[in-house]
């Protein structure tokens, strides 16, 4: 007799479909809920396993089927009944002990049936799982139990099926085989050699003492020195009828396809010697799986396809990256993603621009403002409803909520912040009352607001008032940060970019005076020398809502105003941070320059103002340098600011002719004509 060897075998592999996972936790959901289980799943593996590949088994959608149905009947795919355990606690799954779990199943489960009548028993499975809903993680540990025998199985011989048979009995085989399996699912076979024929029937017809009898094995494995572990199990339940030590010969029969040829060449023939085992109340049972080399579980993580945030995102993200096949392909939403937004109004034009930026793939935006909803406020302000006027909602929290469940991904915050203003005193006790702490309040929300300007890429100003754009305007110009203001009239609007500086702390560069004898247009203006909204003015901001009367005091605008005016503000601020200069990006003075922009600016002419005018539908780009002497621009106020700080704000709250003195403008004036000056109104300001 050649020297024993014990015979070692190839364990499955689990391979989950992410599909199973879908169906499982809606299953989890509706049916299950707190029940644990276990419930009946299934799974398929082949005997046709490709060379160089470990043998799998195969979860899918259809393995929550009612367990004992049978799909269609396939040569080489094979279908086996297991258990899943849905574990409701992380902890309970950590800290079960999985040697008594796996002993428990393996003694109730495996060779309890006349497996000669039901041979598919003999291999069964069993997942143990934890499924967290909440952000679609998924524990899991497949087994396969197997009994540990007192005497493993020794090897005798192995030999390739074509050195045992020869080739007309290998055709006999394969023939006989596929007729058998027309009419049996069963994985286990008997296979009778007589002559050049084989003759293929079930198990339970096997002879073990004759020596033309073989046990048949659908094999996973393709290991040419190791078979799989359904050998395995069968070879632990002839140990528990024989009652000597016997010899059993096992086919381990290979099914596999390459080409359109079939071939069942790598089949193994084994020759193992078995000594009989008693069954035992307390068999130990292995099979748990590997895991990267260790005995451990795995973790699937498919927040990325079963979370609705995660779809919405995707969704969201669908029509703009439909845009760089075509349209624009340069287009960089990488860009808007993370750029940080800070919109100062969260009235009609606030909540539009909100709504824009969402459409663009912005994620990050911080709402500010000071006043709740009111119930005029939903039928034009588009993140509000009527129970937010109900409930007297702030208006920057209640756009931040509308915006987060408009898009759950979004990063938005909101500040419930009153912007301090020229001309409407601070430190006056007899105009406040409580000088001291009306000081300290004022000072904290200058603070505030300059700490959310330095910590954002872009601020909308969007303000009811002109003089409350004052102090936005100045920060944001000694950050060096993009500014685009947008502001209503009746029928009118106003949208206009503000210039960025060459280098934060400094002023907006003025144009050089120009020869009045040059012939050369002026075509167009770098960014970093564009007017801001008070550039120009010749007076100071200054409390603009004395003696208003109610039409003053709110919007009285056609409604499609705040619409325009909110999307071109948004479309202005994509088209700087798609342009190579961004915020120093040049403004051309009319469609006519078109032709000389950059050839690789992806969005074409960006304007410095847009003027429109709906009474006759029209729009007119106006485009003017800084002025020198800006009451919030000019390098006078930004240096009169880094010296003095707060202290030189206070002043200017508590008298807004005292910026005009900083600037210069009182100077100005005095050398002027009056008369010869067109003072800009105020009533392009209101959105309340």
Known sequence: MAEQESLKFASLDSMVDTAFWHALSKRKLEEYQLEEGPFPISGEFTNGTALGLSPRLNIDLNSLNQSGVIPETRNNVHHIDGSIVILNNLEKFKDLDKQAFIDEFGRENLFNTDYMKQPNSLLTFVVLTHLDLKHHHFFYWFAFPSPVQEHKPQLLRKSAISEKFTSNQINSLTENYDIWRKTSSDIFFSARCSGELIKISNIESVDIESKEDYFGVCDPSADPNVPGWPVRNLLAALSTRIKTTQEVKVICFRDRYTHGERLVSHSLVLHVQLQPETKQAETKFIGWERHKDKLQPRLTNLSATMDPVKLAESAVDLNLKLMLWRMMPDLDLSNLHRTRCLILGAGTLGCNVGRQLLA?????????????????????????????????????????????????????????????????????????????????????????????????????????????????????????????????????????RHGVPQTPGSAPTPLAPRNPSSSTRLVSIHGSSLGCYFCNDVVGPTNSTIDRTLDQQCTVSRPGTSMLASALAVEVCVGLLQHPDRGHAPAFMNHAAVEQMHQNDTFGLLPHQIRGFLAQFSEVLPCTAAFSHCTACSQLVLDEYAKNGFGFLLRVFDDADYLETVAGLKELQLSTAIGEVLVLGDDDDLDD
């Open 360 to 496: 663009w793939g912005f994620r990050s935006m911080t709402f500010v403002d000071n006043s709740p909803v009111s119930y005029s406020n939903p039928v034009r302000q588009t993140l509000y409803t009527f129970e937010d006027a109900k409930a007297n909602a702030r208006k920057a929290t209640a756009a931040a909520e509308a915006i987060k469940r408009i898009f759950p991904s979004a990063d938005v915050h909101s500040a419930d912040l009153t912007i301090p203003m020229p001309g409407h005193p601070v430190s006056n006790s007899s105009a406040t009352g409580r000088s001291e702490e009306h000081i300290a309040e004022v000072k904290k929300a200058f603070t505030q607001l300059e700490e959310l300007i330095r910590s954002h890429d872009v601020v909308f100003l969007l303000l009811d008032t002109r003089e409350a754009r004052w102090l936005p305007t100045l920060l944001a110009t000694f950050h060096g940060k993009i500014a685009i203001t947008a502001a209503l009239g009746f029928d009118s609007y106003l949208v206009m």
